[in-house]
């Protein structure tokens, strides 16, 4: 079966980095875009980033410039670095694979990963 696991969140201070991973299996990643969404209490779940299988990528205009997504299909793993870190970016990351395919969408999430930014 598919499992998108997301590793690396952790509280860490304003201004801060953090690095998160997320490890795909039971599917064939390197035709899949991949994202990260996150979500925050009381709101909505919202894209962050995306990269499609071409290596194309996309940002939210509130992380451009400090976020960065990255794929590496010989380990199956998108990551997302995250960098001048501040409150506002504090929720529940998850990792999101998906593809169109015969007309039918497939999305595949992963379980998520907390982030907490706080001094």
């Known amino acids: 079966q598919v499992q998108l696991v997301e590793s690396g969140g952790g509280l860490v201070h304003p201004g801060g980095s953090l690095s998160l991973s997320c490890a795909a299996s039971g599917i064939i990643f390197s035709i899949y875009d991949m994202a990260w969404y996150r979500q925050a209490p009381g709101n909505q779940r919202e894209s962050v980033a995306v990269?499609?299988?071409?290596?194309?990528?996309n940002y939210a205009d509130s992380v451009k410039g400090r976020f960065t997504i990255s794929r590496d299909n010989a380990k199956n793993t998108v990551y997302l670095q995250m960098n001048s870190l501040n409150p506002e970016d504090t929720a529940v990351y998850y990792c999101k694979a998906g593809r169109i395919l015969g007309g039918y969408v497939y999305n595949y999430w992963g379980q998520g990963t907390q982030v907490t930014v706080s001094s």
């Open positions: 990269i499609t299988s071409g290596g194309s990528t």
